[in-house]
């Protein structure tokens, strides 16, 4: 603190001395002051609000002393009970094991979600290799079904082919032994 430059003369002719005044002036106004403005917040409030509760206090103490600048105000330490501060620890406590849980939790879901991703990308594989073994089977059953047919077609036009194939893979002999009745293979008599 410092005095203005336009009330030193009087601070000193009411006072006598620096110390006469804080003890006389400002410890009493510094304590009611304190007190109304604490008053506003709670235990938990004023330490996060710490510089707001410094800013609300330099003004009501600016307010209350009068011809005493105050140059500035800080709040060095707040002193609480010990089951308070065991309360707030607890709380703070809480609070994280909360904040953990959440995190799980959110992890839990990322984790599903990525599960439930690759079901789908799987499951769309499956039916993707699916469709083109079908596909597959499809086009080989259409490919055999149209060599059966252009076979059919080209015996249908030239009834001889069989007897021509059944020419060039004869190897010249013929059966040792035959079944009574039956014709001889080949040997076509007419």
Excluded: C, H
């Excluded at 105000?73 to 607890?90: C, H, L, M, R, T």
């Excluded at 079904?145 to 059919?152: C, D, E, L």
């Excluded at 190897?171 to 001889?184: A, M, Q, R």
């Amino acid at each position: 603190m410092k005095a203005e430059t336009k009330s030193i003369l009087e601070v000193y002719t009411r006072y006598g001395t620096a110390e006469n005044a804080v003890r006389q002036m400002i410890d009493r106004r510094i304590s009611e002051s304190l007190e109304r403005v604490f008053g506003q917040f709670t235990a938990d409030t004023a330490i996060q609000k710490r510089a707001e509760l410094g800013a609300q206090f330099s003004a009501q103490i600016r307010d209350a002393i009068g011809p005493v600048e105050i140059v500035s105000v800080q709040i060095e330490n707040f002193s609480f009970s010990d089951g308070y501060e065991k309360n707030v620890a607890e709380k703070m406590t809480q609070e994280v094991e909360v904040k953990k849980l959440e995190q799980k939790a959110l992890q839990a879901k990322i984790t599903a979600d990525i599960t439930v991703t690759n079901a789908r990308a799987e499951a769309d594989a499956n039916l993707a290799r699916a469709t083109a073994s079908a596909e597959g089977v499809r086009l080989q059953g259409e490919a055999e079904a149209s060599a059966i047919k252009a076979k059919s077609d080209a015996l249908r036009e030239s009834p001889n082919l069989v007897e021509l194939t059944k020419a060039e893979r004869w190897d010249g002999k013929l059966p040792t032994s035959f079944v009574p009745g039956s014709t001889i293979p080949f040997v076509n008599i007419k």
